[in-house]
């Protein structure tokens, strides 16, 4: 199973996928609760792209998927996750440039790399909108933290608040670690991100219906040079559109 050690010696899960080796090498980084397989994989992207010739690495975060899940919320923040991803692309093409796409928590991690990181060729952000802006990350305008947190960890789910009630339902669906994505949830980033910094061509790739990714028009105009696609989908189901998958590509060749 491939894994690698990040620098305060959580073990990350990731899986690549061959392509044209003359191509850059697609990050994918996934949402909250979700993992590499739900939300790259089941939804086709992970196959529009390799058929388009592309290699492809996507990680599971800390506290996600097959990676390691500690407890402490010291663990855990997009911030730290983007020296996660970092880490990973050092492993794996060293100074070479890379595509970088995220979605909802994984958009905001992909902002904050791609502030940092001049090895970004181009980004890809969905699930988000106008919330990173004003909130500095996810909109937690729609769920605060300790609503989310709160739901997580409530022993009985029917006691939740119905605007954290989804959260709940996708993580017993997945079983995830309850802990471990409340301690990421009490610590969403909620800082300005100096978006102004960006320099990679970036799309902004939020779905019709997506309430979490509302207003994307002001995320789009707040990174130098963005484009702005909306397609079909709702926060969940926006990767699965056939549109939100020919839209990557042709960007992503660009």
């Known amino acids: ?11 990350l899960y990731y899986q690549e996928w ?17 993992d590499h397989r739900t939300n790259w994989v089941g939804p086709g992207v992970v196959d529009a792209l390799v058929s388009a010739g592309r290699r492809v690495a996507a990680l599971d975060a800390r506290g996600h998927g097959r990676s ?12 730290r ?10 492993q794996l093409v060293g100074p070479a440039d890379y595509d970088l796409v995220g979605y909802s928590m994984g958009a905001v991690v992909a902002l904050i790399t791609a502030t940092r990181d001049p090895r970004v ?6 699930g988000v909108g106008e919330g990173v802006v004003a909130c500095g990350g996810v ?10 947190r709160d739901a997580l960890l409530a022993e009985d789910p029917a006691a939740v608040s119905p605007a954290a009630a989804g959260f709940r339902r996708f993580v017993d669906a997945l079983r995830g670690d309850r802990v471990a994505l409340a301690a990421q949830a009490s610590v969403l980033h909620d800082q300005p991100i100096p978006l102004d910094a960006i320099t990679a061509p970036t799309l902004v790739l939020p779905g019709r219906d997506d309430h979490l990714a509302s207003r994307p028009r002001a995320l789009a105009d707040a990174i130098p040079g963005a484009e702005l696609r909306v397609v079909a989908g709702d926060h969940l ?8 998958h020919s839209a990557l590509i042709e960007f992503l060749a660009g």
């Open 81 to 90: 996750m983007a020296r996660d991803l970092v880490a990973l692309v050092d």
């Open 139 to 148: 909109d937690t305008r729609a769920v605060g933290r300790e609503p989310l």
């Open 121 to 126: 060729r181009r980004l890809v952000v969905g």
């Open 68 to 79: 390691d899940k500690p407890h402490d919320p010291a663990r855990y923040g997009e911030a």
């Open 1 to 11: 199973m491939p894994m690698f050690e990040a620098d305060d010696g959580v073990s």
């Open 18 to 34: 061959d392509g044209d080796p003359g191509l850059p090498l697609v990050v994918l980084h996934h949402g909250f609760i979700a």
């Open 237 to 244: 189901g926006t990767v699965r559109e056939p549109e939100f």
